[in-house]
């Protein structure tokens, strides 16, 4: 019930950041017809642990510019529920009894 909760929460966080931001808060696209339908997401995480340019011998990213990654708080909640009910998936369904 827990992995199904994030996942419903997540996706309904997600529709009210499409839905109803563009109206409440201004911030939908430059050019939208309509402030309904064109939020933003606003629910965002960002750890700022370091930054900067990474060394030379890392591979494929060696000399470019690096950043903690900013996470989306409903997504976020969507993919634990999923990792929650792959992880937890033999709890759904009873093992195979012998017929008595």
Known sequence: ???VSLI???AIGNLIDSVFYGVFLGNAPY???MNWFHGQV???FFFDIWEGILPTWVPL???SYYSTPIFN???A???CGVLAIIIFQNKFFEANKPLE
Do not use: E, T
Request: proline share 5%; net charge negative.
């Open 8 to 10: 419903l929460g997540g």
């Open 31 to 33: 050019g939208a017809p």
């Open 61 to 63: 990213w060696g000399g």
């Open 77 to 79: 909640a969507i993919f």
């Open 1 to 3: 019930m827990i992995g």
């Open 73 to 75: 708080f409903a997504d």
């Open 42 to 44: 606003i629910d965002m």
